[in-house]
């Protein structure tokens, strides 16, 4: 990005001749990397954290995948002298595809606006409200395509032990003083290992679900011993990450407005309740390299940014305003349903 510049619709070039310069209409998408500088401050959003980003140069493409068994199969023996060895193959997969759909919004700055805000940098105000609304869509996409039901091999609901029945301990909701959250977490990252040869590295919890883990009595247990006067101890992801021997636990923490334009605001959590997702994603995505998800995003050329989104902004002398319009490409897509482990229903 070289120049924050806009030409001010009330400035005495129009006013001369009424119409807009060449350079007015002509789409400006300068502000790219601006928006990928806010794209890049998740906040409570953790899409861009969780899903590895896989900047591919086409909308759609076929990718390879190898089946993971020719890789941990113990097929050697042994050689006679002067005898040849013992060898095979492995099969290739290239059925999987991706396809990376365009999503778009806009925002209009007339003149009257811009003559007013000499306070306000409007090039900056507009760049944020439309990268917001992009990482906006981009947390329901991941929500939405993964952290639900029927996504993935291990799908485990939490129950209550009522009516005179049992229940599993790994099975138990965690309202409940004598389920073991912790033992329920460390049995489904052992069942991924023993499945798969992968140790999840990422706790995806909901902001409810995190809350109940942290007052769990069982849980609690763990850190009373570290309490000081005036300083109680204080669960952090980086202490549960600790004792599950894990990479990261992340919070759903994001919130959208789902009430219409024009009536009172209505906010709530993005994420369904009670639900902790363990996934293995690896911190840099290539070839050969396992995943339970990529986020495949279409850079098409050097003005789009490295999540798939481009920021314009051109006059629009119909509306006489200037307007700034973000697009992003990106398909958050399945790798692997055996590297992710679901739980939900653990808010009972």
Known sequence: MTDFTHRDPSAQEFRKGGQPSQSDVFVVPLLTTMSVGFMQQPGSLIANIVAPSVQVDLQS????QYPRGFFFRD???????GGESAGGGFAVDNSASYFADVWAWHTDIGPQVRANAKAVDVDRAATMLCTNKALIRREKLFLGNFFKPGVWTSDLVGATSGGGGTVAANTLGWLDATAQPIKALKSR?????ARTGYVPNVAVFSRDLWDIFTEHPNVIIRINAGQTPGGPAEITTTMVA???????VVIARGVETTSN???????????TAGQVLLLYV????????????????????????????????????????????????TDMHLISADLGSMMRNMNV
């Open 261 to 271: 334009e024009g009536q009172t605001d209505t906010m709530n959590f993005m994420a």
């Open 242 to 248: 600790g004792w599950l021997g894990i990479e990261r």
């Open 282 to 329: 690896p911190a840099t995505p290539g070839i050969l390299v396992p995943s339970a998800l990529y986020a495949f995003d279409w850079v098409a050329d050097g003005l789009v940014g490295a999540y798939g989104n481009a920021v314009s902004r051109w006059y629009n002398q119909d509306r006489k305003a200037t307007r700034y319009e973000i697009e992003m490409a």
């Open 189 to 193: 990252i052992f069942a991924m290992e």
């Open 75 to 81: 097929d050697m023996q042994l050689r006679a002298d």
């Open 61 to 64: 493409a076929k990718y390879t």
